[in-house]
């Protein structure tokens, strides 16, 4: 029995996104590992000795966001990713306005530069404003919120990506796509 899924979530997470050769796990281009290795790895660690693929179910239908996603044998993370390997995403229309939040201590540089990455493979982009300001609450109290017109970004060669049902991806969104709302 796991008692703390929102620690079993980040554990997860951090070895699919961040850091799987730390677990020794192999990640094929979509993101996928088989669910038997990740237990294996965690059954190494005595805090997630007893998870069973039951509590990874359980951990994903618990989450507040839609992290992770099981096909079959295999789990991976939908979005999020930091490691070396570009995760390989669909490219997908998105639908015509995106938002992004974030701090407004990066907006001079995000007015100069546009949306890069940054740490991560992918801009990350929500599909509302108020999943925006959540994200944006992370790094500000009281985030920035820009609006992507995301016709103008594919005509600039922006594309995109399916994350899940939320959240978007990009490789980068040009400054002509982006307007500042406050
Ligand atoms: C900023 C969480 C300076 C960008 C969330 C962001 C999300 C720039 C930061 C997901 C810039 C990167 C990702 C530029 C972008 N100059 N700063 N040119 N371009 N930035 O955390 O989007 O809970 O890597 O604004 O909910 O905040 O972990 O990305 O603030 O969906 O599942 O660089 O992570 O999901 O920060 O968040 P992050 P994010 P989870």
Redesign the pocket.
């Known amino acids: 029995m796991v008692k703390d899924y929102r620690k079993l979530s980040k554990e997860i ?1 951090y070895a699919l996104r961040h850091a799987p050769w730390e677990y020794e796990l192999e990640l094929d281009e979509n993101g996928w590992v088989l669910i038997s290795q990740l237990l294996n790895a965690l059954h190494q660690n005595k805090e997630w000795k007893n998870v069973e693929i039951s509590d990874v179910i359980k951990m994903i239908e618990k989450s507040d ?1 839609k ?1 992770h996603e099981i096909n079959n044998d295999k789990i991976r993370a939908m ?2 990713h930091s490691i070396p390997m570009k995760i390989i995403k669909e490219i997908a229309t998105p639908p015509k306005v995106l938002y ?1 939040g ?2 407004y201590d ?1 907006l001079e ?2 007015k ?9 493979q992918y ?2 982009l ?1 599909e509302d404003i108020e999943t925006a300001n ?3 609450k ?2 500000d109290l009281s985030p920035t919120i820009m609006r992507i017109d995301t016709e103008k970004a594919r005509k600039n060669g922006d594309n995109f990506y399916l ?1 899940n049902e939320k ?1 978007w991806l990009a490789d980068k969104i040009s400054t002509t796509s982006i307007q500042i709302l406050n």
């Open positions: 997470s966001k992290r979005y999020g992004h974030t701090s990066f540089s995000i100069t530069n546009g949306l890069l990455p940054m740490s991560r801009v990350h929500s959540l994200v944006g992370r790094k994350g959240v």
